[in-house]
């Protein structure tokens, strides 16, 4: 981070930074294959109920530093540590950097999102059962919402049901989702499920999120899906089967119909977020090129892999710096304007960062040879969460159309302008 940024922020922030810093760099990173060692292997029966005890540990220490629930803007009172989304994305970057720190600090998605939606749209009752524990770092939650017989990146075409039963005070939800990141956690205690509760509303009115406490009967965990043969546990990102699953009618949100508002809510500063983990990953794994680049053990033909050529050192470095302002950008506009005014920063951030992400983790891979793609380093696991990313929370497409669609709108606004200046430079040629 560049030092004009730093001085941007307050005393306590860059207090908050350097703590954290030392925390990721010299508690989270050490601890991480560690981490591995005590989650049981895959296709163990234990798999996906053993939590690494090292997690709590760090959680532990990181409450301890003052380390904990950064995510919550002021907005929210007591439950917020009082920071911008511009302060707590140059935070998110420095988490970026270890698969751990993230959770460690509680400020792992989907956990992040799902705690603002209670703060934000849950009434009393529902903040106190599932958004305190959440902030305590007691249970997991998951964000049921994508699935795998429609086109999901078009909330429109969700079609699991919400049917309102009030002979029996309840609602019946029926449905299959996946690529539900956090379900397959053993402390994932709650379900936001996303479905239409009324399929002859308007088209944006027809969604509703409602509560689901993962114990219900008839939520099935279908199986782990894997992301280029990782399966991310204990996190796992799981397909899951709602098979008239009732719940009581006071586990809906805000209303029936009001599913986008609370979706939209939740997305656009969680997009911010996960681009500036994704520039700590980079930056880490920018860190990882140079170290192999000019390590003297590994000269070829009589010199540092650095000294043959330095380009690719220079266009990540140059890529990173620029992506990393994009978001900054972003981050200060949600501030200042709010989420909705920058709709199309959040998108622009959010299709550049994953490709400038892949482009210097794929660079140190190939600096480092065969070793790139193994498991002897944590850039094999970075490539594929980053190319991940560049689907989860919708895919690119999605975002450049939405980007696309606000350059649009300026179209009759420039045509007036450019017509003034075609018409000052006839008046101009016509005194020739």
Request: proline share 6%; hydrophobic share 40%.
């Amino acid at each position: 981070m560049s030092d004009s940024v730093f001085l941007r922020l307050s005393p306590r922030v860059q207090g908050l930074y350097k703590t954290l810093s030392d925390f990721v760099d010299f508690e989270c990173i050490p601890a991480e294959k560690l981490y591995h060692h005590q989650l049981p292997p895959m296709g163990h029966p234990n798999r996906w109920k053993v939590v690494p005890p090292v997690l709590e540990t760090l959680k532990t220490r990181a409450k301890a530093l003052g380390l904990w629930n950064f995510f919550l803007p002021p907005v929210y009172g007591a439950h917020s540590p009082g920071l911008t989304n511009f302060e707590y994305a140059v935070l998110c970057e420095l988490m970026g950097r270890s698969l751990l720190a993230p959770e460690a600090t509680n400020c792992a998605a989907p956990d992040t999102g799902n705690m603002e939606v209670f703060a934000k749209y849950g009434n009393e009752a529902q903040k106190k059962r599932w958004l305190e524990p959440l902030l305590k770092g007691e249970i997991r939650s998951a964000f049921a919402m994508t699935e795998p017989a429609v086109a999901s990146s078009d909330a429109t075409n969700i079609e699991t049901s919400i049917a309102r039963d009030d002979k029996n005070g309840q609602y019946v939800i029926n449905g299959r989702k996946w690529w539900i990141s956090g379900a397959g956690d053993p402390r994932c205690k709650v379900y936001l499920v996303m479905g239409k509760s009324d399929f002859n509303a308007k088209k944006h009115m027809q969604q509703s999120v409602i509560i689901v406490p993962a114990d219900t009967p008839g939520v099935t965990v279908v199986r782990p899906m894997s992301v280029f043969g990782y399966d991310d546990a204990s996190h796992g990102h799981m397909e899951l089967l709602f098979t008239n699953v009732r719940v009581p009618l006071d586990h809906m949100i805000l209303g029936e119909g009001r599913g986008f508002e609370i979706v939209q809510g939740r997305l656009g500063p969680g997009r911010i977020h996960h681009c500036m983990r994704s520039i700590g990953m980079a930056e880490r794994a920018l860190e990882l090129h140079i170290l192999r680049a000019t390590d003297p053990a590994r000269k070829t033909f009589g010199k540092m892999i650095a000294q043959h050529d330095p380009n690719p050192i220079a266009e990540s470095r140059m890529q990173l710096d620029q992506a990393r302002l994009l978001v900054l950008n972003a981050a200060d506009r949600i501030d200042k304007l709010g989420p909705k005014a920058a709709l199309k920063e959040i998108g622009m951030a959010k299709i550049v960062v994953p490709r400038m992400a892949l482009a210097v983790i794929d660079r140190a891979i190939q600096v480092h040879g065969a070793a790139g793609v193994s498991q002897d380093t944590p850039l094999a696991y970075m490539y594929a969460a980053m190319r991940t990313l560049r689907i989860a929370d919708g895919p690119d497409e999605v975002h450049a159309r939405q980007v696309s669609m606000h350059e649009v709108k300026r179209s009759m606004e420039l045509r007036g302008r450019h017509d003034k200046i075609k018409e000052t430079e006839a008046k101009l040629l016509a005194k020739l």
